[in-house]
C-alpha cells in the first residue's frame, strides 16, 4: 500500500473559471446523514476530524449540498470554517430537492426557490458567497431562460462565483442550450460539471466529454469508487458483508455485482499490486490520468479511510497501465 503519511495535494485548473481546485475534492455527503436503522453516519465531531485530516493534507476544495444531513453538512462545515480562514477554501453546494412537505415551490430551479434556498445555504455556512453553486438535477419544469437568468442574478449580486451541473448524464446537450441561451444574453454559464463516473459507471465517455473537453468545462466526477465495489468489499466467492446494506439492494447487485465487473476487478488488483497500492487508490488514479477529468469526489467514514484515498494522488500509473484498466470493461461507444 502506497504511504498514507506523506499527503500534500497539488492544485489543478478548474475548467476556463480561472481558479484552482485541489486535484482530489472532499465529499461530505454523509455529514449528518441518518441511516434507515436511524443511526447517524457520520457526527459532526467525526466531520470535523475529517475535514482536518484533508486540510492537513493540503485539500482546499469542499464539496456539499443543502440536503446533505437536512442542513446539517453545511452548518457543519461553517462552524469548522469559522476557525480557519475562508479565502483559503473552495466550497461548492447544490439545490434542486423539495424540502416542505405539501409545498412543490420548495424544489427546483424557479426563482423563488433558488433566491431562498441561497439565502440559506450562506446562512447555514456563515459566509457571505459560495464559489461554485451547482443545480443538483435538471429542473424540466422550469423554463431554461428563468433558471438561467435567476442564477445569473444570483452571481452578479456576489453570492455565488460560478455555476455548476451536477448528474446530468448523458443529457449534456441541455447544459449546451442552457449555455448558449446563457451566451445570447451575456449571462453567466455552467462552467462546472459534476456527473458519475468510474471504472464501473462509463457512461459520460463520448458525447458527455467531448462536450466538456471542446468547452473547456470542468468535470469532477462524484461515486468514483462505484459505490465501494472498486475497493474490493466484494469478491465473487464471499457472501455480501452484512454491515453493507447498499449491497443487499438489486439495484446494486445487478449493476456492480456482476462477472464482467469482477473481471475488470481482477485488472484492477493486478495493477494495484504492481504499483504497491490499494485497489481503491489504483481506481481513483485511473480518474486522474483520464483526459477530459479535472478532479474526482473523494468521501470516507473515517480519517484512516480518507487518507487511502487521498493518497491516490501520489501515484503515478503508466500508459500502458491505464490502457489495461480502460479495456477491462468497454466503454459504451467502444467498438462503435
Known amino acids: 500500500m502506497s504511504d498514507q503519511t506523506q499527503i500534500d495535494l497539488d492544485f489543478v485548473q478548474l475548467g476556463r473559471t480561472g481558479i484552482h481546485t485541489s486535484e482530489l475534492q472532499f465529499g461530505t455527503w454523509r455529514f449528518g446523514r441518518t441511516t434507515e436503522e436511524g443511526n447517524l453516519e457520520i457526527s459532526e465531531e467525526r466531520a470535523h476530524e475529517l475535514l482536518d485530516a484533508y486540510a492537513d493534507a493540503g485539500g482546499r476544495y469542499i464539496d456539499t449540498a443543502d440536503v446533505y444531513g437536512g442542513g446539517e453538512s453545511e452548518r457543519w462545515i ?110 453567466e454559464p455552467f462552467t462546472v460539471l459534476q456527473p458519475r463516473y468510474n471504472l464501473v459507471d462509463r457512461e459520460i465517455e463520448g458525447d458527455y466529454l467531448e462536450f ?29 458483508p452484512e454491515d453493507s446494506k447498499v449491497a443487499e439492494s438489486s439495484r446494486f447487485r445487478d449493476s456492480y ?39 474526482p469526489i473523494v468521501g470516507a467514514r473515517t480519517v484512516d479511510q480518507l487518507k487511502e484515498n487521498l493518497a491516490a494522488a501520489s501515484i503515478d500509473l503508466s500508459e500502458e497501465q491505464v490502457d489495461r484498466l480502460t479495456a477491462a470493461k468497454p466503454g459504451p461507444y467502444d467498438g462503435l
Not at 440559506?120 to 423554463?143: C, N
Request: aromatic share 8%.
Open 78 to 187: 461553517g462552524d469548522w470554517l469559522d476557525e480557519r480562514d475562508r479565502e483559503r477554501y473552495t466550497i461548492a453546494s447544490k439545490l434542486y430537492w423539495q424540502i416542505r412537505d405539501g409545498d412543490p415551490n420548495s424544489g427546483g430551479t424557479n426563482r423563488k426557490n433558488v433566491r431562498h434556498r441561497v439565502d440559506a445555504i450562506l446562512d447555514r455556512l456563515e459566509t457571505d458567497y459560495i464559489d461554485v453553486l451547482y443545480i443538483h438535477r435538471w429542473d424540466d419544469a422550469t423554463p431554461t431562460q428563468e433558471m438561467m437568468k435567476t442564477l445569473n442574478g444570483i452571481v452578479e449580486s456576489g453570492k455565488v462565483h460560478y455555476l455548476g451541473a451536477s448528474t446530468m448524464r448523458p443529457n449534456a446537450w441541455k447544459v449546451a442550450r442552457a449555455n448558449a441561451i446563457a451566451d445570447a444574453h451575456g449571462w
Open 212 to 240: 466538456a473537453r471542446q468547452r473547456n468545462l470542468a468535470v469532477c466526477p462524484w461515486s468514483p469508487l462505484g459505490q465501494g465495489f472498486l475497493t474490493g468489499k466484494y469478491t465473487r466467492d464471499e457472501a455480501i
Open 257 to 295: 455485482l456482476t462477472e464482467e465487473n469482477f473481471d475488470l476487478h481482477d485488472e484492477l488488483d493486478a495493477v494495484a499490486t504492481e504499483v504497491d497500492a490499494t485497489p481503491a487508490q489504483v481506481a481513483l488514479a485511473w480518474l486522474c490520468h483520464r483526459d477530459g477529468v479535472t478532479a
